[in-house]
């Protein structure tokens, strides 16, 4: 009985990862969907594409974006109106504009302010002032006077 079980269970086990495999008429739409779903930015996911998000709301973009292609769209139409719809952020990669600047300068600013600041900490922690090479060697000089003469003196 138990063979038969996991034999069963093994044969059915493809049917749960195929969540909507849909089926296109010509190669052309098939590639047109499945860059799409690469492409959009699943929405309530963290940073998944629709394609690979189990999410409810991925599924109905999946499924829509399959009724577009099949109404004859184009992918840059599908593309408008996900945008139109869902504003920039549901593209992986939004065009740079005021409105994305943010997002692909956002990054690098960052990064420069973050520099910035480990430059000038460490340049406060290690001054790089020229030094007076005579004044140091008369000080040390000077040092070396006060040795001795406490020595002599502990000496005599």
């Not at 408008?80 to 740079?96: E, S």
Request: with cysteine; net charge neutral.
């Amino acid at each position: 009985m138990k063979p038969l079980l996991i034999v069963l269970l093994l044969l059915l086990s493809p049917l749960a990862n195929a969540v909507d495999a849909y089926q296109f008429a010509n190669p052309e739409q098939q590639a047109a969907y499945n860059s799409l779903v690469t492409e959009l930015r699943c929405l309530v996911c963290q940073n998944q594409t629709i394609g690979d998000s189990n999410a409810e709301l991925a599924a109905d973009l999946r499924r829509q974006v399959h009724e577009m292609l099949q109404q004859g769209k184009s992918k840059a139409d599908i593309q408008q109106f996900m945008t139109d719809r869902y504003g920039d952020f549901v593209l992986y990669n939004p065009p740079f504009k005021a409105k994305t600047g943010l997002l692909w300068l956002g990054p690098v600013a960052f990064l420069a302010v973050g520099l910035l600041v480990v430059f000038l900490v460490i340049r406060r922690k290690n001054p790089t002032q020229p030094t007076n090479i005579i004044e140091d060697a008369e000080k040390l000089a000077a040092v070396h006077r006060l040795l001795t003469e406490k020595d002599t003196e502990n000496l005599s």
